[in-house]
């Protein structure tokens, strides 16, 4: 018995040992990736003829000549290692963290604008749909941060283990969305609740695990970064 | 130390303790994305460390070590074989089950691993403490 006990407790010594090594290791890198970068970065200004600067307190900037609503964003670096269908939500919506983006602008500010750009909403989705293709005025989307130098495509910075690529769509759905408030502005499959969703995976792809999405570390800034997301209406 | 002393390290030692398992429990609910889309999964963190901190109120941590080891093993596990074994998800990993355990979603992850890394410390020193004062 005794024996025992001094051999569970040398074991007990050893992983106590290991495990607090891995962790100071961890943590001191930890402490040094990426905080200067995120620190830095501040969102671009609008650079599409208005003075309005995109930002935490004008988190949706609407450009009726260029045709353009610019939504506020940060990285939630969580999508990096986990799947979501979600691409941007409004932080205080009730799917406030469960997105590859947090926007600071809620769904419906941002419904709104998309209608003062001159877009058309599908609304041909019901909360039942299956397998149902959102309809509704195409949109380019696409993203920028301090120090990306240029607007990149939303869908490089989103990797879909179908690759089959991004169709973006006014869905509208705003009866849906002010019902449920959850926050959704884009989602990665075709959605009867989020503003724009797309059109290349029909409803319930991501539910029936046809299409699985995760944010790309490759592209995408560390966690916490701003991002301005960009829907301009083709 | 005495009598009133080393019942509250005990409750603090039982409180860390279920932290360690709340963590591994939240680590592993976050892998049903279909609960994960619809919940906060990091909330059996805060679970955790209720029912730690009930268990230390009401019974003596009898082989402190013996358990801190195995709850330390336990989150090595899941954490290494969840991330990959890569570094960099090991962070993103530890830093948003914490963000959203503690309900601190604003906090970066860098601020969340720093905070898991002093509570696991905690927990480790608590546990060796607990061990002397049981065979001192």
Redesign the interface.
């Known amino acids: 018995m005794k024996f025992m006990s001094n051999k569970?407790?040398k074991?007990?010594?050893v992983?106590?040992s290991a495990?607090?090594s891995?962790?100071?290791i961890?943590?001191l890198?930890?402490?040094g990736?990426?905080?200067s970068a995120?620190n830095s970065a501040t969102p671009p200004a609008d650079s599409a003829g208005s003075n309005l600067i995109v930002s935490q307190t004008n988190p949706i900037v609407i450009d009726k000549e260029a045709k353009t609503v610019k939504v506020y964003t940060e990285v939630?670096?969580?999508y990096?290692?986990?799947?979501?269908?979600?691409g941007v939500v409004f932080?205080d919506g009730s799917?406030?963290?469960?997105s590859v983006l947090k926007a600071w602008g809620n769904q419906n500010d941002f419904y709104n604008g998309l209608v003062d750009i001159g877009a058309k909403p599908g609304n041909n989705l019901k909360l039942d749909s299956v397998g149902v293709a959102v309809e509704g005025d195409p949109l380019d989307v696409s993203i920028t941060w301090a120090g990306a130098g240029k607007e990149i495509p939303f869908g490089d910075g989103i990797l879909d283990s179908t690759k089959k690529g991004f169709d973006f769509r006014f869905g509208g759905n705003q009866e849906n969305a002010k019902a449920k408030n959850t926050g959704c502005i884009l989602c990665l499959d075709s959605c009867p609740v989020g503003i724009t969703s797309n059109a290349a995976h029909p409803t319930k792809d991501f539910?029936n695990k046809i299409a699985e999405f995760k944010g790309n570390?490759e592209v995408l800034p560390a966690?916490?970064t701003p991002v301005v997301v960009t829907f301009k209406l083709k | 130390m005495n009598t009133k002393q080393r019942k509250w390290l005990n409750v603090l030692g039982s409180g860390l303790l279920g932290f360690n398992f709340g963590f591994v429990a939240a680590l592993l609910l976050?892998q049903w994305?279909?609960l994960?889309?619809r919940v906060?999964t990091g909330l059996a963190i805060l679970v955790g460390v209720g029912i730690g901190l009930g268990i230390g109120l009401l019974r003596t941590i009898k082989?402190p070590?013996?358990v801190?080891?195995i709850s330390?093993?336990a989150?090595?596990i899941s954490l290494l074989g969840?991330?990959d074994a890569q570094?960099?998800?090991?962070?993103?990993?530890?830093?948003?089950t914490i963000r959203?355990g503690l309900l601190m979603?604003d906090i970066?992850?860098?601020v969340a691993?720093?905070i898991?890394?002093l509570l696991?410390?905690g927990s480790?020193l608590s546990a060796?403490v607990l061990k002397r004062k049981i065979s001192g």
Not at chain 1, 95 to 98: C, D, M, P, V
Not at chain 2, 87 to 96: A, D, F, N, P
Request: hydrophobic share 40%; aromatic share 4%; glycine share 8%.
């Open positions: 569970t407790l074991m007990s010594k992983l106590l495990v607090l891995v962790g100071i961890a943590s890198s930890g402490c990736s990426n905080e995120k939630n670096g969580k990096f290692v986990e799947p979501t269908r979600h932080k799917n406030g963290s469960k539910d570390q966690d916490g | 976050a994305t279909w994960e889309l906060n082989r070590l013996a801190e080891s330390l093993l989150m090595l969840i991330g570094i960099s998800s090991l962070k993103i990993l530890t830093g948003y959203e979603p970066s992850l860098q691993n720093l898991f890394s696991t410390l480790i060796i």
